[in-house]
């Protein structure tokens, strides 16, 4: 091949390769969300957009539960579709908020804002920031709504700090009866109505604490996952960092520690978007080859580990920046346990036997989280005083090797009373949700309360929960 056709033929490469890098907003604030995808996220479930109603006030929604209450009909709410349990699908009415949004600053209390429930976590963060102010905690995804994420217990990262709807200090929902509720931390009924999983109504307004904007110091170490392991304690309790959570690899034995922590310091900026372009779509051709060649994963993630993770970082940026992840990771499947602070270790070597023993092509990384307790009736933190070790499993294979790969985590660490998070992969019964969350009755009591016929019920919830109906 002659030099004129080799340059030829490298052009249309280098310019293949920048239009995806310019064209494809894999960072999240470049990132435009629909009301509804016709499919979630990871493309396991599919929903009917014929049914979709998207009300741009409280009075609309008020309006579509009337009409489920009369008619008989079933409503759940959807955002993003960023979740991998099937808690928001139903045959009936679904609804979308993502028309009703709106950040209000006219709060009697200026560490206090009140949002439309439709809100993303990506526009309160802007809208904070205009301010001068900032959310307190984030989760590592921006796309989800602040109801989505308040209703199924999503947390950051940070011992000190509770899950998200711990922030909450009002709520305000439209009853299985289309009756208006509001609830105001005090209240001896708000703490069921923190985490409700959308079984007490369609929420329509949330005040949540924030504070003054703030920068944060991002410090990005690599280790072995041994050491990580052996001074996970230590580490996450380390009071110089707010902030703090592991990436884990098993099969090579690699760990990325973050350590992050508020400071005076100049802004710095993002990473290398070249960089962070080569890192999601280096994950994004190594899932795909390992989804199909499995006994490769092991090579290629340690590939992949040293052209996104090779070197140690630091960065310091806006709040929000370095707690949302830079860019979103590609399609997966996802599941999350939740232990005690205190079994965080035997958990995490719960989790490393399953990977290593079980020889599960884990194709992408393992992210260790930590959170406050908190006295939330169905939050994964609710009791648990001295916090909890949230481990997410992530995973792109073969629906039959997710399912032997989630269900042999969560058999391992059914011994240390391990919670689920409500939005992913989810496989708790009646029976152990009575032991996990001792409130449960209670629990029912008030939804038969709030929605007396049921129309907040799918047969997710019907199997899962074994709730009583109208």
Known sequence: MGCGKKCFYCAIVVAVVAW????????????????????????????????????????????????????NQRIRVVADGHSWSLIAQTQD???????????????????????????????????????????IQLGSVAGQSIAGAISTGTHGTGLTIGNIASL?????????????????KGDERFEAAQVNIGLFGVLSKVTIKVKPKF?????????????????????????DYVYVKFWVEFQNN???????????????????????????????VVTKITYVIPSKTKFLMLLVNWIGFGFNTVR????????????????????????????????????????????????YIT???????????????????????????????????????????????KKLNARFHWGKHFYAKRDELNLLYPKMADFEELRLEYDPKGIFINDFIRDTFKFKED
């Not at 064209?23 to 979709?52: C, H, M, T």
């Not at 009697?108 to 900032?134: F, M």
């Open 93 to 135: 009415i679904m609804v979308s908020l993502a028309n009703y949004t709106g950040v209000d600053f006219k709060n009697q209390n200026p560490n206090e804002v009140t949002v439309n429930a439709g809100t993303s976590l990506r526009n309160i963060s802007l809208e904070l920031d205009k301010n001068n102010l900032a959310m």
């Open 168 to 184: 909450v200090t009002k709520l305000r929902f439209i009853s299985g009866t289309g009756q208006i509720v509001e609830l105001a």
């Open 20 to 71: 995806i890098f310019n064209a494809y907003p894999w960072q999240w604030w470049k990132r435009e969300y629909n009301i509804v995808p016709p499919v979630s996220y990871d493309g396991r479930i599919r929903f009917d957009l014929d049914n979709l109603q998207t009300p741009c006030s409280e009075d609309e929604i008020q309006t579509i539960v009337e009409k489920a209450y009369n008619e």
């Open 367 to 413: 992210e260790v989280r930590f959170v406050a307790g908190d006295e939330i009736w169905l939050s994964p933190s609710y009791n648990m005083p001295s916090g909890i070790c949230a481990i997410t499993l992530t995973i792109y294979a073969p629906s039959e090797t997710v399912e032997r790969y989630f269900t042999a985590v969560y058999d391992a660490t």
């Open 316 to 363: 310091v940026d806006n709040s929000y920046l370095i707690l949302n992840d830079y860019f979103e990771l590609p399609v997966h499947q996802e599941g999350e346990i939740l232990v005690d602070f205190k079994d965080s270790v035997e958990a995490l070597e719960a989790v490393r036997d399953v990977v290593i023993e079980g020889n599960f092509p884990v194709n």
């Open 254 to 284: 690699f760990c990325i520690l973050f350590q992050t922590g508020e400071t005076t310091d100049n802004i710095t900026g993002a990473p290398s978007d070249i960089l962070s372009f080569l890192t999601y779509y280096a994950f994004a």
């Open 215 to 239: 920068n944060l110091k991002e410090t990005r170490t690599r280790h072995k996952l041994d050491w990580c392991i052996e001074n996970l304690s230590k580490l996450a309790s380390d009071s």
